[in-house]
Antibody, heavy 118, light 107 residues
Framework: QVQLVQSGGEVKKPGASVKVSCKASGYTFTNFGISWVRQAPGQGLEWMGWISTYTGNTNYAQKSQGRVTLTTDTSTSTAYMDLRSLRSDDTAMYYC???????????WGQGTMVTVSS | YVLTQSPSVSVAPGQTAIITCGGSDIGSKGVHWYQQRPGQAPVLVISYDGDRPSGIPERFSGSNSGNTATLTISRVEAGDEADYFCQVWNSGTDHYVFGTGTTVTVL
């Protein structure tokens, strides 16, 4: 079936980097873009950015500019989100989700918890 | 661009839950709605104002006009207890925006 499976939870210290993966299966990876969305504990959803799995073009939310890099590996149907210079307020569940701009997200990964703590 | 939702809605089983999403001239945008049950990833329940994805019950419906979009859940069941988020594509910034979220409690 169509699914996105994300990598496991991470615990990082402030200032470190984290790279979360999102492996697609059940469909042609390059037919749909991938967005990344995060959710701090008890808070709402925040869109971080989008990547075209076909061209590699990216669209970052203003808040993500400079600290977030989105990439893909089409040979393994995997998308990646790299977040640098981690701060405590980056502690959140991070989701990948399928969708072309400006369409909605019809498939979501299960989420990856990233905890930033000294 | 800001999307404002009321924080919570309480409804008895079998009744109707109405969830609103306010935004400037939101009626000119396509609104999507997501359901997020506790501890789970969001699920798309309504796309482009009123379209139901495959597998979503007919009890879920949506509308959008003026400055308010609405998600209506008819004949509410215990399993509908969840957070609901609206979303739009803001063409002014070419970014997605999510609403603040509404918690639906089934009494």
């Amino acid at each position: 079936q169509v699914q996105l499976v994300q990598s496991g939870g991470e615990v990082k210290k402030p200032g470190a980097s984290v790279k979360v993966s999102c492996k697609a299966s059940g469909y042609t990876f390059t037919n749909f873009g991938i967005s990344w969305v995060r959710q701090a504990p008890g808070q709402g959803l925040e869109w971080m950015g989008w990547i075209s799995t076909y061209t590699g073009n990216t669209n970052y939310a203003q808040k993500s500019q400079g600290r977030v890099t989105l990439t893909t590996d089409t040979s393994t149907s995997t998308a990646y989100m790299d977040l640098r210079s981690l701060r405590s307020d980056d502690t959140a569940m991070y989701y990948c989700a399928r969708g072309e701009l400006p369409d909605p997200f019809d498939i979501w990964g299960q989420g990856t918890m990233v905890t930033v703590s000294s | 661009y800001v999307l404002t939702q009321s924080p919570s809605v309480s409804v008895a089983p079998g009744q109707t839950a109405i969830i609103t999403c306010g935004g400037s001239d939101i009626g000119s945008k396509g609104v999507h709605w997501y359901q997020q049950r506790p501890g789970q990833a969001p699920v798309l329940v309504i796309s482009y104002d009123g379209d139901r994805p495959s597998g979503i019950p007919e009890r879920f419906s949506g509308s959008n006009s003026g400055n308010t979009a609405t998600l209506t859940i008819s004949r509410v069941e215990a399993g509908d207890e969840a957070d609901y988020f609206c979303q739009v594509w803001n063409s002014g910034t070419d970014h997605y925006v999510f609403g603040t979220g509404t918690t639906v409690t089934v009494l």
